[in-house]
């Protein structure tokens, strides 16, 4: 019997996870001894700040590696809702808050937890490539929301409210947005979050680059009056402070769905790893210094990369308002008809130029490719350098 026969059916409803491909793509070169500038990866260049590697050292020493509680512990929650009280203005307690193996895990859980087969979740495009596959996994039916690049890739309300049917269960919003940088508005989250909650729908709100905003001050959804009840918050402290291969993500929803992702969690990956869960205590309690420099950081690559591939004739971007990607148009190199897509595109350039970035297709768009900025100033422009000379090829 064929192995694969016997893989079952539900895995069928999931890809492999683009960004991961360019990684694995890039790295395979890599070994082979090619010079590869890796644009792919969505991850933070700076260490982990002292503060918090030295927290994980202190539990080690003390003897903190046995299980805690499946769903984090007591003083990470705590910690936790305290750290978004500062921060957003919101009120949460302990009950409301639990621990996860990274925030995608916290989205995993989530959508697990609310989706039944059938149900309809609003997604608005280009998304950050995991909601689908998540939720095909639930059973789970995906409403895309296209959005237009010339308005900055931004979602509306009324966008939304042309999308609902009362099969709709839940709304996901990721501002700042991975792939395209866009920020929604505070008055635009707001009748978002009028129109889900008038009608009992859930609204997710995935705060993963919260604190990298180039010119409006951090918001949650969350800290309006009253959003408790249907608004579900997921967070990772990996990129805020640069700590994504330490896994710690986190919920903030309703007792009652907080129990249910326990359970699940409880019956996977237990709780997540005890000293990276004490590391966590001391990023939400410590020195948030290192916050401000990294968004500094972000700020200066940001406007090179745009400053770069605005240079690049018939190449257009939206400027990004957070996070830290750009996401260009680059359909300008189609018109040889040599490639048709952002995804040959992403391939050529890998094998041409050994760049690696990743296609709009992973995020649901095919004119575009995501260039994480995430990566030094010199990576940069050899990068970008390479990118310019691949499209001028395909012109000539
Ligand atoms: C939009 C978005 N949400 C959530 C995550 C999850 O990050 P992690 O699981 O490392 O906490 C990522 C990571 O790239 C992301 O881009």
Redesign the pocket.
């Known amino acids: 019997m064929q192995a694969t026969a016997e893989i079952a059916g539900r895995i069928s409803t999931i890809s492999v996870s683009s960004t991961m491909k360019v990684a694995a793509d890039a790295e395979k070169l890599r070994r082979e001894g090619a010079d590869v500038v890796d644009f792919g990866a ?1 991850e933070p260049d700076f260490p982990t700040p002292d503060n918090i590697k030295k927290a994980a050292i202190d539990a080690l020493a003390a003897n903190f590696t046995k299980y805690t509680n499946a769903g984090g512990t007591v003083e990470l929650r705590e910690a936790i809702c305290e750290r978004h009280r500062t921060d957003f203005g919101t009120n949460y307690n302990s009950s409301e808050c639990m621990v996860t193996v ?4 916290a ?1 995993f859980n989530l959508i697990q937890a609310l989706v039944n087969p059938g149900d309809e979740v609003i997604i608005p495009v280009p998304y ?1 490539v ?1 909601y689908k596959d998540v939720v095909n996994y639930a059973g789970g039916v995906c409403i895309f929301v296209e959005t237009d690049e010339n308005t900055g890739f931004e979602v509306t309300a009324a966008m939304i409210e042309r999308h609902l049917t009362p099969r709709t269960k839940l709304v996901i919003i ?1 501002s700042p947005s ?1 792939p395209s940088g866009s920020v929604l508005s505070k008055e635009e989250f707001r009748a978002i979050y009028n129109l889900t909650s008038k009608r009992d729908i859930f609204l997710l709100t ?1 705060e ?2 919260c604190q990298f905003l180039y010119n409006d001050p951090p918001f949650s959804i969350a800290s309006v009056p009253g959003s408790k009840e249907t608004v579900v918050v ?1 967070g ?4 805020t402070y640069s700590m ?1 291969g330490w ?1 710690i ?1 986190f919920a903030l929803a309703p007792t009652p769905i907080i129990g249910a992702m326990t359970k699940l969690q409880s019956h996977s990956t237990s709780n997540p790893t005890s000293i990276a869960q004490k590391a966590a205590v001391e990023a939400m309690r410590g020195p948030q210094d290192s916050v401000p420099v990294m968004l500094a950081e972000y700020r200066r690559r940001r406007d090179f990369v745009l400053e770069r591939l605005r240079s690049i004739s018939g190449v257009s971007i939206v400027t990004p308002k957070g996070a830290f990607y750009a996401y260009p148009n680059i359909s300008v190199a189609f018109k040889s008809g040599r490639i048709k897509n952002s995804l040959e595109f992403a391939n050529e350039l890998l094998a041409q130029e050994k760049v690696a970035v990743v296609p709009g297709e992973a995020f649901g768009t095919t004119d575009h490719v995501r260039i994480s900025y995430a990566t030094s100033m010199t990576e940069l422009a050899r990068g970008l350098d390479r990118v310019h000379k691949f499209i001028d090829g395909l012109r000539a």
């Open positions: 969505g990274g925030g995608k895990h989205i950050w995991t990721n991975n995935d993963c680059y997921a990772s402290l990996s990129k994504t896994r993500g």
